[in-house]
């Protein structure tokens, strides 16, 4: 661990490492660097651009040598002082500090008094930051909320390392811009809880849990970038008895070295299809080698909220012979530049209606089924018009309905990911031609033209 004390200060050589994030304003950065130079003019200043930032402040990091760095965000301004100010910070942080929480709010302008985003800390120590085994800030694939990306590594370390708290540094705090699609504070409260929930690995020294209560069931093709956060959400949950399985359907792109760089924990397999089958092949193949009693769909590209899995078990503890536990969903549009926009909640149909959901050609989500049922119907269909690879979603929820109990949680537990490029939305067209096939099975699921 570096010395406290060897620590170099401004106006010192070695020069300590400053980080400006970006803003969606040029004109931001540029006023914050300014200040910089006016006042650290021995500093190394770094001007971050958006888009996997926290991989830059990593590869800066891993050859940086001092033991404390700043990060400022775009449109603070640094004041007269600052050198002096962080002398006598530096000077009183401990071994067991992992650096000094500026605790100033960001008002996001149109709605001042209203919301406040917390900032996150000024000062950080290299050490803390860069430790095992989450070393290094999230990169986009880990978080894909860039803006909490401070915030995200204070709560992960407040675990093990203590803060040390300032209100009044010389630094002007930064204004943040207000977009008419942007509704910060929903989504904050949304993603906060995510974010402060603690990873809890249990290492693969022992044995993999042989029953546990719910097998978490991830299918992927080609969505390398997207399971990271996925997974992040499973590891997050506050109801530990899980497995997770992780189908890769016969990907072609970096699917594979994602999944080896996963946490190392026990109750996660993943396997690999040498031959892309679609995705009720690949559900069925995840089907035959759950182990727990109850069976939860996951998308590679949506998450889950932390209490997700506690709250449909606990439905489920009272309803042990239902078919399947399902509640309602938050609804995120992502942009061409993978920003994700609050869409709202989406209330599932209740009591559950096959012709209402197949009409409205949206599956309900979250769906945790009874794995024993579900095996009892053979799974998911893969004679569909598309092999299964469309739609079997819906299908299998009309099939199970017609003699099995649904049972509905009425909170959002899970998080849907809009994509422009899904399978779902380039096959669009394909919805008409599945409905006749669908009402041609008579099973009275499908609403009659």
């Known amino acids: 661990m570096r010395n406290v004390a060897a620590a170099s200060f401004p106006g010192k050589e070695p020069a300590m490492l400053v980080f400006i994030l970006p803003s969606y304003h040029l004109r931001h950065?540029?006023?914050t660097a300014s200040s910089v130079r006016q006042e650290l003019p021995d500093s190394n200043m770094i001007v971050l651009e958006q888009g996997s930032f926290g991989s830059r402040m990593n590869r800066e990091l891993a050859s940086y040598q001092e033991p404390y760095f700043l990060t400022l965000q775009a449109?603070?301004?640094?004041?007269?002082?600052?050198?002096?100010?962080?002398?006598?910070?530096?000077?009183?942080?401990?071994?067991?500090?992992a650096g000094c929480i500026f605790s100033a709010i960001s008002h996001t302008e149109g709605q001042h008094g209203r919301?406040?985003?917390?900032?996150?800390?000024?000062?950080?120590?290299?050490d803390a930051v860069m430790a095992a085994p989450s070393s290094g800030f999230a990169e986009t694939a880990l978080l894909p909320f860039e803006s909490y990306i401070l915030v995200e590594k204070q709560y992960q370390l407040t675990g093990t390392f203590m803060w040390t708290s300032t209100s009044n540094p010389p630094l002007v705090p930064a204004v943040s811009p207000s977009f008419p699609w942007q509704k910060r504070d929903e989504e904050w409260e949304l993603l906060r809880p995510l974010l402060a929930s603690p990873i809890q690995v249990e290492p693969r020294t022992g044995a993999a849990p042989e029953a546990p209560l719910v097998t978490v069931l991830l299918c992927t093709y080609n969505d390398a970038d997207y399971i990271p956060?996925?997974?992040?959400?499973?590891?997050?949950?506050?109801?530990?008895?899980?497995?997770?399985?992780?189908?890769?359907?016969?990907?072609?792109?970096?699917?594979?070295?994602?999944?080896?760089?996963?946490?190392?924990?026990?109750?996660?397999?993943?396997?690999?299809?040498?031959?892309?089958?679609?995705?009720?092949?690949?559900?069925?193949?995840?089907?035959?080698?759950?182990?727990?009693?109850?069976?939860?769909?996951?998308?590679?590209?949506?998450w889950l909220s932390p209490n997700c899995l506690e709250q449909l078990c606990s439905k489920a503890s009272l309803h042990n012979q239902a078919g399947v536990i399902y509640a309602d969903h938050v609804q995120w549009e992502e942009r061409k530049n993978k920003q994700l926009i609050y869409q709202g909640v989406r209330t599932s149909i209740h009591p559950f209606s096959p012709a209402r959901v197949i009409e409205a050609g949206i599956p309900i989500a979250p769906r945790m089924f009874n794995t024993a049922k579900l095996k009892s119907f053979?799974?998911?269909?893969?004679?569909?018009?598309?092999?299964?690879?469309?739609?079997?979603?819906?299908?299998?929820?009309?099939?199970?309905?017609?003699?099995?109990?649904?049972?509905?949680?009425?909170?959002a537990l899970y998080h849907?990911?809009?994509?422009?490029?899904?399978?779902?939305?380039r096959h669009a067209d394909h919805y008409a031609e599945w409905l006749k096939w669908m009402d041609a099975q008579d099973n009275g699921a499908a609403p009659k033209s």
Do not use: C
């Open 75 to 97: 449109g603070e301004q640094v004041l007269p002082g600052m050198d002096t100010f962080l002398r006598k910070e530096l000077s009183g942080l401990t071994g067991e500090s």
């Open 115 to 126: 919301f406040q985003l917390p900032r996150g800390p000024l000062i950080w120590r290299t």
């Open 229 to 302: 956060w996925a997974v992040r959400s499973v590891m997050a949950q506050s109801l530990r008895d899980w497995e997770l399985l992780i189908i890769d359907d016969g990907s072609t792109d970096h699917t594979a070295r994602i999944l080896e760089s996963l946490y190392p924990d026990r109750r996660i397999r993943t396997f690999r299809l040498e031959r892309n089958s679609g995705k009720a092949h690949a559900l069925n193949t995840g089907l035959s080698l759950a182990n727990g009693s109850w069976l939860l769909e996951l998308d590679a590209d949506d």
């Open 378 to 411: 053979s799974g998911w269909n893969t004679a569909s018009p598309s092999g299964g690879r469309l739609y079997e979603d819906i299908e299998i929820l009309a099939r199970m309905s017609g003699s099995d109990d649904f049972h509905y949680v009425d909170r």
């Open 416 to 425: 849907r990911r809009i994509r422009i490029h899904s399978m779902t939305h």
């Open 29 to 31: 950065a540029q006023l």
